[in-house]
């Protein structure tokens, strides 16, 4: 087989699968911030917590309850998804008329707080969860090995990233939506409880961030810190895709873990700040970023 | 005192109104731009409010939805007492609301701008009746809503409330900065619409095109209702009128 640059395509592949694995976490987690930011103008810190929670969750429902991956999968996004329409109602909720800062302040201190209680029952050493049977062992494609799972997770996030892209811009729901994004006062002089839609849509983006949590529990051990590692990462992905806009939040997911992966390949001292500097060009040249709207 | 008897007879007839105001006031944070709005509309009315730049009607028509921060006195509709209502309930009662800047969604399509209200009853325009009495609007269905010309975006936002079943319509300076060609086609359609049974208020600048659609005109100045005539007294009234406006 061809060699690039003297880099064996095994080594190549390899990298690349892993940074579109990485990369679907940054669609699935990039684009439930960019939702709720959308709508709620609130840069949600917890996400991270909430993503973590996703794991936790699913691995009480296996320990505590017997309920395997495939219910967890439905039943830990619905769970912690409930858990953020409490906090939407009781704290959130009282933050709109203030400026963005303080629910971003209240989001990240609610991080802190989830995560501290998470270390104090759970320890941080991190707990097991099983790969599901059906997507144990793997296949080889001829010029790469392919772990079942790893392919699970790039097809299922990139199911939801769908969905969600095809309800927001193609259905009446996601046209109530995208309304109340631009004008939420003339919304609901039309009759429509826009309230209801905010705290909803929070429920759903925290819901992503929990589906997300779930997909990584089998291959990243279920760890209390496990989401405030990765969000620093994902807000730079949203920073570069621009805030609210739902494509972007998708694309750049994508698309900033296959650079990270190919980074790994060719100069893996940068692969670890690659998406950082990336940003920060973007700041630079386009600050409202690659598909964000100019404010 | 410059209220007339005309005045204080249409606030008497409240009873058979499907839209009362009364001593309405409302504020902007701390400003307080509304000092005792009072008027009445009847089933199958027009009605128009009239005044300078400032007088407050734009600021009645948002304090009669509820978008006012603080609004007190008392809006009946329906006879319904709305003044502590939200405005998605305020609308929920029937009320279409127009809005001076248009409110057209440029993240929504034409179509999904023009189905965006929901139906709040039964009794609303059918789709095909509105792009019957808009056809700009059927060839421009897919286009992004703020695509559209400025007279476009405004039978759009009057189209879209049509469909709902509201039977009041709130319409803010809808010829405001189009071609006498568009305000002719939009005077056409009010006409129509009240020939269908809603009941307009309208505010507008234009003397001519108010009095070409409207059964009366209440003249706003500085956050009331300071006069009231009918379309029929306009000519006895230009002079007085000419006054209140500045022209
Ligand atoms: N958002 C606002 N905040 C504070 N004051 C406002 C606001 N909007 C309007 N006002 C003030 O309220 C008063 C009434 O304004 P309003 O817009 O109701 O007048 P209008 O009769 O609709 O005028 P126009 O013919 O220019 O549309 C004015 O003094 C205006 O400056
Ligand atoms: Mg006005």
């Not at chain 1, 080889?140 to 996030?157: C, D, E, Q």
């Not at chain 1, 095809?166 to 609901?188: C, D, Q, S």
């Not at chain 2, 039977?167 to 269908?196: F, H, S």
Request: with cysteine; glycine share 12%.
């Amino acid at each position: 087989m061809f060699e690039l640059l003297g880099i064996p395509p095994q080594v190549l592949m390899g990298q690349l699968l892993l940074g579109l694995i990485n990369g679907s976490f940054y669609a699935v987690l990039s684009l439930g911030l960019a939702v709720i930011f959308g709508l709620l103008n609130i840069i949600n810190f917890s996400h991270g917590a909430q993503y973590m929670m996703g794991a936790f969750v699913a691995w009480m429902l296996l320990n505590y309850f017997g309920i395997g991956y495939w219910p967890a999968l439905v039943l830990a996004p619905l769970i912690v998804g409930a858990t953020g329409i409490v906090l939407e109602k009781v704290a959130l909720s009282r933050l709109y008329k203030l400026d963005h800062l303080y629910g971003l302040l209240l989001t990240f201190g609610i991080a802190l707080i989830i995560q501290g209680l998470f270390r104090n029952y759970y320890g941080i050493s991190g707990l097991p969860y099983q790969i599901p049977d059906a997507l144990a062992g793997g296949r080889n494609l001829g010029f790469m090995f392919l772990p079942t799972y790893r392919g699970w997770i790039v097809v299922a996030s990139v199911v939801v990233c769908f969905g969600t892209w095809f309800m927001i811009e193609k259905t009446r729901l996601g046209a109530y939506l995208r309304a109340a994004t631009e004008n939420p006062a003339l919304v609901g002089a039309f009759g429509i409880n826009v309230p209801r839609m905010i705290t909803l849509t929070y429920g759903f983006g925290v819901a992503l961030a929990a589906f997300a949590g779930v997909l990584a529990a089998p291959i990243y051990a279920v760890n209390p810190n496990m989401g405030a590692d990765l969000i620093i990462v994902v807000f730079a992905v949203v920073v570069i895709g621009g805030m609210g806009s739902i494509m972007g939040a998708i694309v750049t997911g994508y698309g900033l873990g296959l650079i990270e992966g190919l980074t790994r390949v060719f100069y893996p001292e940068g692969s670890a700040v690659v998406i950082f500097v990336i940003m920060a060009i973007v700041l630079l040249i386009k600050p409202e970023g690659l598909f964000g709207r100019a404010a | 005192m410059r209220e007339t008897a005309t005045l204080n007879e249409t606030k008497a007839a409240g009873g058979d109104a499907l839209l009362a105001v009364r001593d309405l006031n409302g504020w902007y944070g701390e400003s307080h731009v509304l000092h005792g709005v009072e008027f009445d509309v009847k089933p199958g009315e027009v009605v128009t409010l009239l005044g300078r730049n400032g007088a407050g009607k734009t600021s009645t028509l948002c304090a009669i939805m509820g978008l006012l921060a603080k609004r007190t006195g008392s809006v009946r509709f329906a006879g319904n007492e709305t003044i502590a209502l939200q405005p998605r309930h305020i609308a929920r009662l029937g009320i279409g609301f127009c809005p001076e800047e248009r409110g057209i969604f440029s993240s929504l399509n034409v179509e999904e701008n023009l189905m965006l209200p929901p139906r709040i009853a039964a009794g609303g325009l059918s789709v095909e009746r509105i792009y019957e009495l808009f056809p700009n609007l059927l060839e421009r269905r897919r286009s992004q809503g703020t695509k559209l010309s400025g007279g476009e975006q405004q039978m759009l936002a009057i189209g879209r409330i049509l469909r709902t079943g509201a039977k009041l319509l709130l319409l803010d300076e809808p010829t405001e900065g189009l071609a006498p060609v568009i305000v002719q086609q939009i005077g056409a359609t009010i006409r129509e619409l009240k020939k269908e049974g809603f009941t307009i208020v309208l505010v507008e600048q234009n003397l001519r095109f108010a009095a070409s659609v409207a059964d009366r005109h209440c003249v706003v100045e500085q956050g009331r209702v300071i006069d009231m005539i009918p379309s029929a007294d306009l000519d006895a009234n230009i002079d007085k009128l000419h006054g209140y406006l500045g022209v």
